[in-house]
T-cell receptor, first 115, second 109 residues
Framework: SAVISQKPSRDICQRGTSLTIQCQVDSQVTMMFWYRQQPGQSLTLIATANQGSEATYESGFVIDKFPISRPNLTFSTLTVSNMSPEDSSIYLC????????????FGPGTRLTVL | RKEVEQDPGPFNVPEGATVVFNCTYSNSASQSFFWYRQDCRKEPKLLMSVYSSGNEDGRFTAQLNRASQYISLLIRDSKLSDSATYLCVVNMTHNDMRFGAGTRLTVKP
């Protein structure tokens, strides 16, 4: 399976600021996704990062709050904008395994705390 | 009804026990099914896919009942290292994955 890295691994941010999270994959992948996992809860899909076009957002998530870039087939960024304490969460990117349809593998996650 | 619903747990079992996790899903058109394992403060990792015929990987057996919209994961001969949260994941349509809330397992000596 693909090797996925995320930066930063964790951060503590002030209310009202923005943080950009990077996701790097060691091979070209068609599908990349961004998830959020709030404390004690399961994963919720934020958006699908599409290469060369705008991301596709799930209900409840908007581009102004979570802008996403996907400049190529190995890299994506998620920005958490104008943060509030409610944005404190783990943010995970995932990729679809091209060899196994519909199977996703996850990066190590970014643990964000907003004060 | 939640899209994916799991046993709430937690499960606390002794080493060597057999434990079964249950999961139901709401969308009868769902296409593929998985169990992921998530250790504390780590990302989810694929444990196994679930096929209609049922599949086994060592001590782990997964079963799918499409008619009942039900998935299970059985762990035999539990080890301390099996302690984790187990996530039932259903792919509603292509790449529309929905996660259960997870069931926490603690295996005790």
């Amino acid at each position: 399976s693909a090797v996925i890295s995320q930066k930063p691994s964790r951060d503590i941010c002030q209310r009202g600021t923005s943080l950009t999270i990077q996701c790097q994959v060691d091979s070209q992948v068609t599908m990349m996704f961004w998830y959020r996992q709030q404390p004690g809860q399961s994963l919720t899909l934020i958006a699908t990062a599409n290469q060369g076009s705008e991301a596709t957002y799930e209900s409840g998530f908007v581009i102004d709050k979570f802008p996403i870039s996907r400049p190529n087939l190995t890299f994506s960024t998620l920005t958490v904008s104008n943060m509030s304490p409610e944005d404190s969460s783990i943010y995970l990117c995932s990729v679809e395994d091209r060899g196994v349809t519909d199977t996703q593998y996850f990066g190590p996650g970014t643990r964000l705390t907003v004060l | 009804r939640k899209e994916v619903e799991q046993d709430p747990g937690p499960f606390n079992v002794p080493e060597g026990a057999t434990v079964v996790f249950n999961c139901t899903y709401s969308n009868s058109a769902s296409q593929s099914f998985f169990w992921y394992r998530q250790d504390c403060r780590k990302e989810p990792k694929l444990l196994m896919s679930v096929y209609s015929s049922g599949n086994e990987d060592g001590r782990f057996t997964a079963q799918l009942n499409r008619a009942s919209q039900y998935i299970s994961l059985l762990i035999r001969d539990s080890k301390l290292s099996d302690s984790a949260t187990y996530l039932c994941v259903v792919n509603m349509t292509h790449n529309d994955m929905r996660f259960g809330a997870g069931t926490r397992l603690t295996v005790k000596p």
